[in-house]
């Protein structure tokens, strides 16, 4: 008996290590999760930028942990509000506002990935858990002058920039929020935020 048990729960560790593996294999990676959000970007393809969102799914997680009737109409309201402050986005030399990259990754750049390097941070809700994130350095070309955006970096006037060097911060989902059950939550990279790293003028 004791051995039918053992190979019944030996079965089931296998059975879990072939999920895992296969979760790994098709989940995207950071590299490709920022490929995808950068794409988006430049169609404005809305659906897909608020569902790999840091800030917009930040809301969509305390909207899931709270148990509450309204869950739904909560869900949507906050869907356009991002969407409403998506489209009145202006540009500036803030990188750090929620839908600033809007004006970066435009449709006249050309881009490369140059490295990418994990980082652990606190969470900001309880400074003794980590997380894990992963930065992505990309290289950008602006090809056309009157597109390009205006960037000021630390201690320099503002300016049109005909490259720059990015640090883009990706998070998992499921890292935003603790204490929501794994199956609400889908899994994946998504946009934290950018960090202008170094920039050259036309």
């Known amino acids: 008996m004791k ?8 079965g089931i560790l296998i059975l879990l290590a072939g ?14 999760a920022v490929e995808e959000y950068i794409t988006a970007m430049q169609k404005k393809d809305f659906d897909t930028l608020y569902e790999m969102n840091y800030e917009s799914q930040r809301k969509v997680l305390l909207i899931l942990r709270e148990t509450t009737e309204r869950r739904e109409d909560l869900l949507k309201e906050n869907y356009l509000a991002e969407k409403n402050a998506f489209e009145k986005a202006v540009p500036g030399t803030d990188t750090s506002l929620q ?3 809007k004006f970066l990754f435009i449709p006249d750049m ?22 894990k994130l992963m930065n992505v350095y ?5 090809t056309n002058d009157a597109a390009a955006p205006v960037l000021q ?19 998992q989902r499921e890292e935003i929020i603790k204490g929501i059950r794994l199956e609400k939550i889908k899994r994946g990279w998504i ?3 950018i960090i202008v790293v170094e920039t050259a003028p036309f």
């Not at 999920?19 to 490709?32: C, D, E, F």
Request: proline share 4%.
């Open 153 to 171: 970096e630390a201690g320099l006037e503002p300016k049109k920039v005909k490259s720059a060097t990015y640090q883009i911060r990706m998070i």
């Open 110 to 131: 050309k881009y490369s990935i140059m490295k990418i390097e994990e980082e652990i941070e606190k969470a900001p809700s309880a400074f003794f858990r980590k997380r």
């Open 191 to 193: 946009f934290k935020g």
């Open 19 to 32: 999920i895992s593996i296969i979760y790994l294999v098709i989940a995207k990676g950071p590299k490709a």
């Open 3 to 10: 051995k039918r048990t053992n190979i019944i729960i030996i």
């Open 138 to 142: 990309i290289k950008v070309e602006y």
């Open 99 to 101: 839908w600033s990259e």
